[in-house]
């Protein structure tokens, strides 16, 4: 008794004296000097605006924007974020010096956080650097040709199987699943060489759902493990998934596989040149994973979506579509046959529905460590001091996508929205009578822009033109609202729905 005791006036005194250290460092902490932005702390010392901003970090950040203007600095879980929300200055934080704003370092923390990995001597921009050769040109082109083959095997059953009959799906788990086995399969090989054997097509679709399944199950954990707030039982949980996970993706699995793509085998041996032992390779694979295939899925969700219930939008892509097919006789012949990147790049219906769909539901946070004391200049000649230590923070989807001053009616869907009355792209907006150099930034911009952007249009398309040329899709509830987004996702790409929503399809009569 006395033992427990002197441990109950041991932990009594530890916490006080760490409300004591809370306190002194909320009364005497930081404070705002006259040439930094307004700086916000909140009333929780050192946490501050934490749970706020993790738990609807669009709300909390408008909020501050209503509140400060369109530069200001808050206090989050003891780090200092300095949230800019100007397009019009964008620029000198996209094509500012590495030496004063660096992306790796946070790189790195999520690295760690989300799939314990962690790389000697990891440089993110000379990575990029490396692997962007690998998805562009002919590259890129026998990438798309391989998503096009991989689309086919997945949404495609043989001819034994072919069913007519409508089929009741979640149109979420659909396109998640289809665009990500797909991907998976594009990047990191098939079970045969050939594409067109049906017995290596059958263990493509069950191989592929395996790492689907898997990899599903870690993403209901990934958003919390960016943010440390996992509880006991779930990292407990988030831990073992991801351990089934790196099964999948040994050495010697992944030697075994056939058509790897050349991006796979350059980062592949990117690691090994690093000194990477295979244990930490198979991490990294499950990393790359992640950031290949987290998003396409989710945007042809919301795609599909918007054109089903907008029937209007839904005719002029599908009119588009046959016009594109028909022109070249595809009405005989499987896409795959005649898919190139001309083809791909004359759906200007297509293209703006495509960009307001990732205007609407792309929120990424841009965000860099500032490595040194230095001063922001901001455009109409505005100057801010940053102090070494904060973050400096991009939050696009606020601004300029979802600016009314922008858009017009910015939360609508309207399909032609990037389109001039000619047909071609509409690139033309602005805002305080200045044309804007970023008005819809889904893939980031500037010297970390997304490298895999082209492949992840390309691809986007090819699942669509499967989807409404090869099936009848319907809503199963047209009259049900669109679903609200899962706020947690704030700020890594891509959000995701609260909720699924429930369609039917089936295959066309050919």
Not at 107 to 134: G, H, Q
Not at 267 to 296: I, K, P
Not at 312 to 339: G, H, K, S, W
Request: with cysteine; charged share 25%; aromatic share 12%.
């Amino acid at each position: 008794m006395g033992a427990f005791l002197l441990s109950a006036t041991w932990l009594g005194a530890l916490l006080l004296l760490l409300l004591v250290l809370l306190l002194v460092a909320s009364l005497g902490g930081r404070n705002r000097r006259p040439d930094e932005p307004p700086l916000d702390k909140g009333h929780i010392p050192w946490l501050g605006h934490a749970l706020e901003f993790g738990k609807d970090a669009a709300t909390f950040l408008s909020d501050m924007r209503k509140k400060h203007g369109d530069i200001f600095t808050v206090q989050v879980a003891g780090k200092f974020v300095t949230v800019l929300l100007d397009p019009h200055s964008y620029d000198v934080v996209l094509w500012e010096s590495y030496t004063k704003l660096d992306f790796g370092q946070y790189a790195r923390i999520l690295m760690k956080r989300m799939f314990d990995v962690k790389l000697p001597d990891y440089d993110s921009n000379e990575e990029k650097t490396m692997l962007r050769m690998t998805l562009k040109d002919k590259n890129l082109s026998s990438l798309t040709k391989a998503m096009c083959l991989n689309l086919q095997t997945i949404l495609l059953p043989s001819p034994s199987r072919a069913s007519g009959q409508w089929k009741e799906e979640d149109l979420f788990q659909l396109s998640y699943s289809t665009m990500f086995r797909a991907g998976f399969l594009t990047l990191y090989g098939n079970e045969s060489r050939s594409y067109e054997d049906l017995n290596s097509q059958a263990k493509d679709r069950v191989h592929s759902m395996e790492v689907y399944n898997a990899y599903y199950k870690l993403d209901r954990f990934l958003m919390k493990a960016a943010r440390s707030t996992l509880n006991v039982v779930e990292k407990w949980k988030f831990c073992n998934i991801r351990k089934d996970l790196w099964k999948f993706f040994s050495v010697e699995r992944l030697d075994s596989r056939a058509n790897q793509s050349v991006w796979l085998n350059i980062y592949r041996q990117h690691l090994v040149d690093l000194g990477v032992n295979e244990d930490m390779q198979t991490r990294a694979m499950v990393l790359q994973l992640w950031s290949t295939q987290s998003n396409a899925g989710p945007a042809v969700f919301w795609l599909l979506l918007f054109l089903l219930k907008h029937p209007p939008a839904m005719a002029a892509v599908q009119a588009e579509m046959e016009r594109l097919f028909r022109n070249r006789r595809l009405t005989t012949r499987p896409i795959c046959e005649i898919i190139n990147q001309k083809v791909l790049d004359s759906t200007p219906i297509l293209d703006s529905a495509l960009n307001e769909t990732l205007r609407l539901t792309a929120a990424p946070f841009i965000s860099r460590e500032v490595l040194q004391d230095m001063t922001l200049r901001l455009a109409a000649g505005r100057k801010y001091h940053l102090r070494k230590g904060d973050r400096l923070c991009l939050f696009p989807l606020i601004s300029p996508q979802m600016d009314p001053e922008i858009y017009e009616e910015p939360e609508k869907f309207i399909y032609d929205r990037f389109l001039n009355s000619d047909g071609t792209e509409k690139t033309d907006f602005y805002k305080g009578g200045e044309k804007l150099k970023y008005y819809n930034m889904p893939w980031g911009a500037g010297i970390n822009v997304c490298i895999g952007k082209f492949f992840a249009v390309n691809s986007i398309k090819l699942c669509v033109f499967h989807l409404l040329n090869y099936f009848d899709l319907e809503l199963k509830d047209s009259a049900k609202e669109i679903p609200g987004f899962d706020k947690q996702r704030y700020g890594f790409g891509m959000l995701q729905p609260e909720t699924d929503v429930r369609i039917r399809y089936k295959l066309k009569d050919q």
